[in-house]
T-cell receptor, first 112, second 112 residues
């Protein structure tokens, strides 16, 4: 069974731009969660989607948004990029709520 | 107080020895506990999950959970140089939906 895939793997943007990251979960998994990892803050939860509905959201500004499609694929969007948004963005999928989460390879975003 | 706390390390162990990693958490209603391994530049990889008090063994790994003490640990037996990585403790609470709260990770170095 194929794992979680994320595209693109690397991204370089400048301040003020916006970016869209994509995640395809493991086949059959309906829950997709997004995390941000930085050296200073570690791994922090962004949001979680299940059956196209956002069920949980972390403490991030409204510039961070996401959505999930009927095939469970998910996208996250960051608008008006700031230097501090430079991070590894990780997507994780699980069968359902409370189950084990499996991470994709991540998208490394650099904001210049 | 951080929600999930781990000693940052590095924890240096000789090859063949037992590595013992500890994690404490603050939310008493937490229900699910996970250990992830993360190699430098890679995404977290799930190695153990534990949901009830006691020990759970999987190959060279043993997870131990004590909900009364709000403590979860990971033992790595017969440590190998390939076990050198950062080990992340993650906790999921009933009230937090599918959100994983991560500790800062413990860096393990296995010396030949």
């Amino acid at each position: 069974k194929a794992g979680v895939t994320q595209t693109p793997r690397y991204l370089i943007k400048t301040r003020g731009q916006q970016v869209t990251l994509s995640c395809s979960p493991i086949s059959g998994h309906r829950s997709v969660s997004w995390y941000q990892q930085t050296p200073g803050q570690g791994l922090q939860f962004l949001f979680e989607y299940f059956s196209e509905t956002q069920r949980n959201k972390g403490n991030f500004p409204g510039r961070f948004s996401g959505r999930q499609f009927s095939n469970s694929r998910s996208e996250m969007n960051v608008s008006t990029l700031e230097l501090g948004d430079s991070a590894l963005y990780l997507c994780a999928s699980s069968l359902f709520n409370g189950n084990e989460q499996f991470f994709g390879p991540g998208t490394r975003l650099t904001v210049l | 107080q951080k929600e999930v706390e781990q000693n940052s390390g590095p924890l240096s162990v000789p090859e063949g020895a037992i590595a013992s990693l500890n994690c404490t958490y603050s939310d008493r209603v937490s229900q699910s506990f996970f250990w992830y391994r993360q190699y430098s530049g890679k995404s977290p990889e799930l190695i153990m999950s534990i949901y009830s008090n006691g020990d759970k063994e999987d190959g060279r790994f043993t997870a131990q959970l004590n909900k009364a003490s709000q403590y979860v640990s990971l033992l790595i037996r017969d440590s190998q140089p390939s076990d050198s990585a950062t080990y992340l403790c993650a906790v999921m609470g009933r009230a937090a939906g599918n959100k994983l709260t991560f500790g800062g990770g413990t860096r393990v170095l296995v010396k030949p």
